[in-house]
Each structure stands twice: as structure tokens, then as C-alpha cells.
């Protein structure tokens, strides 16, 4: 009789090993991923350490998402949608993602900046004015919908698209040429984000609002620790309102 009760709980043991294992397969099986896309700053340049502080990995782990962060520094629209297009393992892991993360154009409008102060030879007005014939020759709208659209083809996961902060503290010269500017170019954003369902706007631009000081690493335009923990807020709100 022992040996048949030594037997019943070996196999009392066993089951409970094998439901204890399902379950852990099954709560790894649901977990979602989250891919993030775009430049330095999905990247998290100049943090001590991007793979930890950059808002897509906030959102990871107070969301509990898997994280592939695909951004690379630098990169303009166009050179995400050449991986998209031609990068097998970057298109897979797009066509996986349950949530995209999306912080692109920002080097985009950069380059246009550039080749207004070196036009404008330092003249606030002429550059402002240079800034508004480029805007209005750009192609990075139609090129931030085609982003979507090649998305779209590969995933119906959640899109949140960061629009553009100003990286330029109040007083700045440059701070007072983004205010002129940059309403025009985020309400751009969001006509984008309107015009295609699953695609939810995140507002950098009014979460740095006055705030550069304590957001933007100084001396540079991207993020500091706290200015990442922001836009990682401000992603889970859009997820959480979805």
C-alpha cells in the first residue's frame, strides 16, 4: 500500500510540474513585443545606459512588452524604410511587433535647419524664412506615411508616432525659430496619424514645453534619464487610451 502512495504523490508531483510548466510557456506565449523604430532618440544616445533608459525599454518593462529596439542614430525616414523594405530580419521583426514605437524626422528636419543657418549666415529672419520654403519643399510627410503604410502591410500591431519636441531651451535663438515653426509641423503630424486607423499621435512637443532644462541633455538636443522617462509616460498613455 505505501509503494501505491509513494507512486500517487510521484505522480501528484509530476502533474503539478507539468501545469506549473504550462502555465510558464503559456504566460511567455502571450507576452507582447513592442518594436521600436526611428533615430537617437528611440536609440537613447548619450545616455549612460540606452539599452536600459531609452523610453521604448520604459514602456517594456512597466507595460511587461518584450523590447526589439531597432532605432539606429542618425537615421532619416527614408533610411527606415530601406530596412523595411530590404532587411529580411528587420521586416520579420516588424511583421511580430503587437506595438510599434515610432520617434522619426526629427534628422530629417535637422538637415533642413542646417542648410537654413548656413543660407542665413545667422540672421534669425531670413533663416526662418529659408526653414519655411524647405518645410514646404519636403518630402518627409509623404515619406512618414509611406512609413505607416509599409507597416501596415506587415502588421496590424499599434502604431504610436512620436511627433517633434523642441530641443532648444527658452532664451535660445533657435528655441524662439522652433516655436514659429514646429506648431505648423506637429499639426502635420497629427493629419498624418488621421489619416490611418491604429496610428495614435504621442505628444513630445507639449510634454518638453518649457521643460527643455530638465529634459534635454545639456549642451545637446536629446533626452536626458528623466526626459526618456517622459516620452515613455506619455507612450503608455496613448496604449492605455487605445
Not at 509513494?6 to 502533474?15: Q, S, T, Y
Not at 520579420?92 to 510599434?100: L, T
Not at 506587415?154 to 502604431?159: E, H, S
Request: glycine fraction near 8%.
Amino acid at each position: 500500500m505505501a509503494k501505491f502512495k509513494r507512486i500517487g504523490r510521484n505522480a501528484l508531483f509530476a502533474l503539478s510540474a507539468v501545469v506549473l510548466l504550462g502555465a510558464c510557456a503559456q504566460e511567455d506565449a502571450e507576452q507582447e513585443t513592442l518594436v521600436a523604430l526611428g533615430d537617437s532618440i528611440t536609440y537613447g544616445a548619450n545616455l549612460e545606459d540606452s539599452g536600459q533608459s531609452a523610453y521604448p525599454h520604459l514602456i517594456g518593462e512597466d507595460a511587461g512588452f518584450e523590447v526589439q529596439n531597432l532605432a539606429v542614430s542618425g537615421w532619416q525616414t527614408a533610411q527606415v524604410m530601406e530596412a523595411l523594405r530590404g532587411d529580411q530580419e528587420y521586416r520579420q521583426r516588424v511583421q511580430d511587433a503587437d506595438v510599434i514605437a515610432l520617434t522619426i524626422g526629427s534628422n530629417d528636419l535637422l538637415e533642413i535647419l542646417r542648410l537654413a543657418e548656413t543660407s542665413g549666415a545667422g540672421d534669425p529672419e531670413q533663416m526662418e524664412e529659408i526653414l519655411r520654403q524647405e518645410l514646404g519643399n519636403s518630402v518627409v510627410f509623404d515619406e512618414i506615411g509611406e512609413l505607416i503604410e509599409e507597416i501596415q502591410s506587415l502588421t496590424d500591431a499599434q502604431i504610436l508616432l512620436y511627433n517633434i519636441y523642441n530641443p532648444f531651451p527658452p532664451g535660445n535663438s533657435m528655441h524662439q525659430i522652433g516655436e514659429a515653426l514646429l506648431p505648423e509641423v506637429n499639426a502635420t503630424f497629427r493629419e498624418v496619424t488621421e489619416s490611418y486607423e491604429n496610428v495614435h499621435l504621442v505628444d513630445a512637443y507639449s510634454a518638453y514645453n518649457g521643460k527643455q532644462g530638465d529634459y534635454i541633455i545639456p549642451g545637446d538636443i536629446h533626452p536626458t534619464e528623466e526626459g526618456q522617462a517622459v516620452l515613455a509616460e506619455i507612450g503608455l498613455e496613448a496604449i492605455e487610451n487605445d
